[in-house]
């Protein structure tokens, strides 16, 4: 069974563009969870979606934040325009829905974000 | 809110040695779970080891045992016999759990980074 994936694993942009930042989540889970980390500071949680509906977006930082889940399957974290700021590791987790294993999550190998 | 803190930014013993990492953390809920997750050099983060915060014993994972201190709020990880593998970062988190079910987002601590010497 395939893990969780994520897209690109690096990305570099300059400051004012547009990065997409994709997750395929573990097939039949229904949680998917963004994070990030900034250098040197914890793993925040960014939103989770239960199937294709944001269950809690409180950890987005700001409206530059978009992030979309096409028909419950994978995710999109698009982040328009990027700022310094923005540069870190993004983290995207999955786990079953809440009658099965909910609550260990399945990490992405993270998509390394830096902005110039 | 919950805050969770390790206080070791980073730890390095020899192979075989026993280790303790420490992880305190903050809330007033009464329901919730307690995790180790551990990510490897260039690798994905991957569970370690869990804890239910109604359950008094402590959970243990083969060599990776759980000291879980409520009242304290205390969550810390022991590694017996340590091998080399085992060199990574260790991230203590906290999931808070809804009444009627599901649960929030983890909050992790800042991490532990474990150095196992040959």
């Known amino acids: 069974e395939a893990g969780v994936t994520q897209f690109p694993s690096h990305s570099v942009i300059e400051k004012g563009q547009t990065v997409t930042l994709r997750c395929d989540p573990i097939?039949?889970?229904?949680?998917l969870y963004w994070y990030r980390r900034v250098m040197g500071k914890e793993i925040k949680f960014l939103l989770h979606?239960?199937?294709?509906?944001?269950?809690?977006e409180s950890g987005m930082p700001n409206n530059r934040f978009l992030a979309e889940r096409t028909g419950g399957t994978y995710s999109t974290l698009k982040v328009q325009p990027a700022e310094l700021e923005d540069s870190g590791v993004y983290f995207c987790?999955?786990?079953?829905?809440?009658?099965?294993?909910?609550?260990?999550?399945?990490f992405g190998p993270g998509t390394r974000l830096t902005v110039t | 809110a919950q805050t969770v803190t390790q206080s070791q930014p980073e730890m390095s013993v020899q192979e075989a040695e026993t280790v303790t990492l420490s992880c305190t953390y903050d809330?007033?809920?009464?329901?919730?779970?307690l995790f180790w997750y551990k990510q490897p050099p260039s690798r994905q983060m991957i569970l370690v080891i869990r804890?239910?915060?109604?359950?008094?014993q402590n959970a243990t994972e083969n060599r990776f045992s759980v000291n879980f201190q409520k009242a304290a709020k205390s969550f810390s990880l022991k590694i017996s016999d340590s091998q080399l593998g085992d060199t990574a970062m260790y991230f203590c988190?906290?999931?808070?759990?809804?009444?009627?079910?599901?649960?929030?987002?983890?909050?992790f601590g800042k991490g532990t980074h474990l150095i196992i010497q040959p």
């Open positions: 987790a999955s786990s079953q829905d809440w009658g099965g294993s909910p609550y260990e999550q399945y």
């Open positions: 097939s039949g889970h229904d949680n």
């Open positions: 979606f239960v199937k294709e509906s944001k269950q809690d």
């Open positions: 809330t007033s809920e009464n329901n919730y779970y």
């Open positions: 804890q239910e915060a109604y359950k008094q």
């Open positions: 988190a906290f999931m808070r759990l809804y009444s009627g079910g599901g649960a929030d987002g983890l909050t």
